[in-house]
């Protein structure tokens, strides 16, 4: 059980950490994607500090890959699960017209195409079937699992670290 207060502990540290950035972005009117993927840097960044932290205080410095992919699925998991709800609540309380905008955009971008104006209603139609509150926070939740898959493996990858082995005992 330590090791599951110790994922949780990290993991809402990365979790506040993000959404104090998310919240700056969102203040700032930050529009360009990089802010975004800036994201990844901090969930990475704070990924490691806990794997590292596990491994040196409770592992004596030795972890295996599996050992930090299932550190690291616990961790994304809890992430994940509480900015699903904070997508959700924000863009049910915080900017419910933000979506609406983001429609808008899309359909401009879609008239700018060229696209005749059939697909464009049936692009649109689905655009905001999708575009939802709870689907969205489904799509984020689902979809950061995907992301967070991928990230784990490198970090897993790179934190990994076997029992040194010396023939010297023998």
Known sequence: MIKQRHILTYSVACTLAVLA????????????PIWNNLLYLIYIGVLIFAVKSWRDSENEGVISFASV?????????????????????FMVYVAPDLMEIQLQLQEQMMVNDGMPPEQIAIGMKYARMFSTPPIAAIFTFVGGLFIASILNLIVAAIMKKDKEVSFNNY
């Open 69 to 89: 992919m299932s550190y690291a699925t616990f961790f994304a998991i809890y992430y994940l699960f509480v900015i699903a709800i904070w997508t959700y609540l």
């Open 21 to 32: 950035f998310l919240i700056g972005i969102y203040l700032l009117e930050l529009k360009e």
